[in-house]
């Protein structure tokens, strides 16, 4: 559906009569004043057709309908989507409306009314996220964090380099944002405040082998909030990883530790690396401490620490959960010239039929702990793993498969513990995990339904009532716990 610009202009009738398509005539007797209307411009909005246009604080915006989606686009932002939501076709009653909090739109879909928001924040940024929070974005990396103040923040970035921060639930609106990645962003993470800390720290990383370090600010006032975010610091790129490959990216970020001044975070490339940087909080300078290498591309990473002992889990290609131990390195001081490398050890080899997309770890009393996995075979899986003798171990497993498609998300709920995962399937699955006297046992709970599109990431942050899973893919969801 093409957008047209006329220009519209009285001119003297020359002739005594006009022909329409429809077979009626006009007539205009001599000197009379004729309206000519002719095309000067015209735009390409959608492959759909356009059902409304919306003049609204002197801007366009454009209702259209394509692919069995309702589209809202800022036809003056390079028809910038505002709003992507499945609809089953333009056959559906619908309304539009505009007014002092920003937009609304409504339509019927088997008999029930749906309606979204937008704040006029949120629809600067090009982003629908309140009620049902559906967003044409693709976010690959969702994470939350408290502030000093007590305010709850939601960064979340992915395929267009921006990283954007939010209110907490249920609002999400965008409150901040920025780009400076050159490409698509992976993964994000905070990093565990300190006291003296004035604000929070936000690392990110992904394509091009970018790793960055964020300092968000972030006050509320009642329920105005405000926020900035500005680049504390920026990893090299020349020697991140030992290849030559264009498309090398780092796929999972995890945070070691914290000890003084210094933030030690682990980094799983796409190239079978895995890199140990540290984050100078004085200096503001992250530095590459050590590597090592594995087999496969590696797609998540976790931690494992006890006492003076710090394992970085990574999850490969081949479906292997892996052990690096770290502990050498993890001392307030410059890093070892040249640094120093030691093998990963297979802790889980046969943890998954096939790529391993995230990993989860839940500490037990004294030296045991939960790791839990889930992959692209579906397959949610949890172990126990005990530490003896300088080297974690796997005790037992439980597994089960309730997904349809890779499990991309995973994340640990409670003391109990429950363990909740999310998959492609678009499902989000709640599960309870038993020890028995000589096995675990993991038993389905609840499952719901995600709006979200394309599920690529799941974060689970305490609430007063309990936690609340952040979803993110097409969109971003928060459901309680």
């Known amino acids: 559906m093409h957008r047209f610009a006329i220009s519209v202009a009285a001119e003297p009738a020359a002739a005594a009569g006009t022909a329409s398509r429809c077979g009626t005539t006009a007539n205009a007797r001599a000197g009379a004043r004729a309206v000519c209307v002719r095309r000067v411009a015209s735009t390409r909005l959608t492959n759909g057709w356009v059902a409304q246009l919306v003049r609204h604080g002197g801007r366009l915006y454009a209702v259209s309908f394509y692919n069995k989606r309702l589209v809202v686009t800022d036809v003056a932002r390079d028809n910038a989507v505002l709003l992507s939501v499945a609809c089953s076709g333009g056959t559906k009653p619908f309304r539009v409306q505009f007014g002092a909090p920003g937009l609304r739109v409504a339509f019927l879909h088997h008999g029930r009314l749906w309606a979204y928001a937008l704040d006029h924040t949120a629809a600067e940024c090009g982003l629908s996220l309140a009620d049902a929070a559906i967003s044409p974005l693709d976010m690959r990396a969702v994470a939350a964090a408290t502030t000093p103040a007590g305010v709850t923040v939601v960064a979340t970035a992915g395929e267009d380099g921006c990283l954007r921060i939010h209110r907490g639930p249920p609002s999400l609106a965008v409150v901040a944002a920025s780009r400076r990645h050159r490409s698509a962003i992976k993964c994000a993470a905070f990093v565990p405040p300190a006291p003296a800390d004035a604000a929070l720290y936000l690392l990110t990383a992904g394509a091009a082998c970018e790793l960055r370090c964020w300092e968000v600010d972030v006050s509320a006032d009642g329920d105005r909030h405000t926020a900035t975010v500005v680049e504390y610091a920026v990893a090299a790129t020349a020697d991140d990883a030992d290849s030559d490959s264009p498309d090398l990216r780092i796929m999972d970020l995890a945070v070691v530790a914290r000890t003084g001044g210094s933030v030690f975070v682990a980094a799983a ?169 000589d096995a675990l046992e993991l038993a389905l709970r609840h499952m719901v339904l995600t709006q979200v599109a394309d599920p690529s990431a799941l974060h689970l942050s305490p609430a007063p009532a309990g936690h609340i899973a952040l979803v993110a893919g097409m969109g971003l969801e928060a459901f309680e716990l």
Not at 332 to 352: F, I, K
Not at 354 to 359: A, E, H, L, R
Not at 360 to 370: P, T
């Open 269 to 437: 490339y796409s190239d079978s690396s895995l890199v140990l940087w540290r984050l100078d909080m004085c200096s503001r300078k992250l530095d590459r401490v050590a590597a090592t290498r594995t087999h496969g591309c590696l797609f998540s990473a976790a931690v494992l620490s006890h006492a003076d002992a710090a394992f970085v889990l990574a999850g490969t290609s081949a479906g292997a959960i892996v052990a690096w131990d770290v502990s050498p390195y993890l001392a307030d001081r410059p890093p070892p010239q040249p640094p120093h490398e030691s093998e990963p050890a297979a802790l889980l080899p046969t943890a998954h039929q096939s790529g391993v997309n995230s990993i989860c770890v839940h500490a037990l009393d004294g030296a045991r702990f939960l790791v839990a996995s889930g992959g692209d075979d579906g397959l949610v899986s949890v172990s126990e793993v005990a530490i003896a003798d300088g080297a974690p171990a796997r005790v037992r497993t439980a597994a089960a498969t309730v997904h349809a498609s890779a499990v991309q998300g995973l994340g640990f709920a409670g003391g109990g513990p429950a363990l909740v995962s999310v998959s492609t399937d678009q499902r989000l699955a709640l599960w309870d995990l038993r020890a028995l006297p």
